[in-house]
Each structure stands twice: as C-alpha cells, then as structure tokens.
C-alpha cells in the first residue's frame, strides 16, 4: 500500500493507514518506508539506528510506534509504503 503524506508531514495520516492496516492484515505487522528527505522532516523516530539520513542510507532506521522504518532513496518525498 502506497500513499502520500506530502501536504506536510501528515503523521495522523500515517497513523490512521497503520490503523487499517492493522484491522486488514491481521497476520503480520507493515514496515514502513520512507525516503531519507521524508526521514529528515519526520517527528523524532521512538528509536534511530543511524545518526542521520542521508541520500545515500538504505535499510533499518529506527522505529515508529513500534513498527520498523527503513529508508528508501529510491521513494520521492512525501511518498511512503507499508509492506
């Protein structure tokens, strides 16, 4: 499931599309991925695994509300996907 959150960093989006989620796909938990401009204006991850984003990281960054983040350059801002 793709989506955007470009408006501005819409967070109550992302926590409502969790929310669904949850309710749909019951057998596993989505982990989220978002570009590393997207990481750079998020609210403050629960936990970071890197120091900083940058153009280049790729994999695990941390996590949000209790669902693994990864950073995806390949993404546009904004964009995020739960998988």
């Given at each position: 499931?793709?989506?955007?959150?470009?408006?501005?960093?819409?967070?109550?989006?992302?926590?409502?599309?969790?929310?669904k989620?949850?309710q749909?796909n019951?057998e596993?938990?989505p982990i989220?991925l978002?570009?590393p401009?997207t990481l750079?204006?998020?609210?403050?991850?629960?936990?970071y695994?890197?120091e900083?984003?940058?153009?280049?990281?790729?994999?695990?960054?941390?996590?949000?509300?209790g669902?693994?983040?990864?950073?995806?350059?390949t993404?546009?801002y904004?964009?995020?996907?739960?998988?």
């Amino acid at each position: 499931m793709k989506f955007s959150i470009i408006r501005k960093i819409d967070t109550q989006l992302l926590n409502n599309q969790l929310h669904k989620w949850e309710q749909t796909n019951h057998e596993y938990n989505p982990i989220i991925l978002l570009s590393p401009d997207t990481l750079r204006d998020m609210p403050r991850l629960d936990e970071y695994k890197l120091e900083s984003t940058n153009n280049n990281c790729t994999g695990m960054v941390g996590m949000y509300q209790g669902y693994k983040v990864f950073s995806d350059p390949t993404m546009g801002y904004g964009e995020v996907e739960l998988r």
